[in-house]
Nanobody, 115 residues
Framework: QVQLVESGGGLVQPGGSLRLSCAAS????????MSWYRQAPGKEREFVAL????????NYSDSAKGRFIISRDNAKNTVYLQMNSLKPEDTAVYYC????????WGQGTQVTVSS
C-alpha cells in the first residue's frame, strides 16, 4: 500500500523559511521521479518542483524558482522542499507525489504565510 506522508508545514511570516518533508512507502522510491504540488483555497492543485531519481535533474515552477529547493534522500525514502523568502501567495496545502505513476494523494501539509 502506497503512503505519502507530508510534514513540516506551519505558520510563518513573510520572508521566512520552512522545510517540508514527504516520507514515502509502498513503492520503489529510488526509481521514482518525485514532485511537490500545492493547492491554495479555491484554486486547482499546481506543480511546484520535481526531482529525478538520483537528483541530477530538477525543475521548478516559475513561482518557486530561486526561492525553493527540492532534494531527496533515497536511503530514507524521503523528498524535501526547502522554502525560503516565503510570500503570502505561497499559502497552500503542499503535497508530494511520484510523477508516473501518480499515486493517491496524501493528506498534505498546510503552509500559511502571514504577518
Amino acid at each position: 500500500q502506497v503512503q505519502l506522508v507530508e510534514s513540516g508545514g506551519g505558520l510563518v511570516q513573510p520572508g521566512g523559511s520552512l522545510r517540508l518533508s514527504c516520507a514515502a512507502s509502498g513503492f520503489t522510491f529510488s526509481t521514482a521521479v518525485m514532485s511537490w504540488y500545492r493547492q491554495a483555497p479555491g484554486k486547482e492543485r499546481e506543480f511546484v518542483a520535481l526531482i529525478t531519481r538520483a537528483g541530477a535533474g530538477i525543475n521548478y515552477s516559475d513561482s518557486a524558482k530561486g526561492r525553493f529547493i527540492i532534494s531527496r534522500d533515497n536511503a530514507k525514502n524521503t523528498v524535501y522542499l526547502q522554502m525560503n523568502s516565503l510570500k503570502p501567495e505561497d499559502t497552500a496545502v503542499y503535497y508530494c507525489n511520484a510523477i508516473s505513476p501518480r499515486y493517491s494523494w496524501g493528506q498534505g501539509t498546510q503552509v500559511t504565510v502571514s504577518s
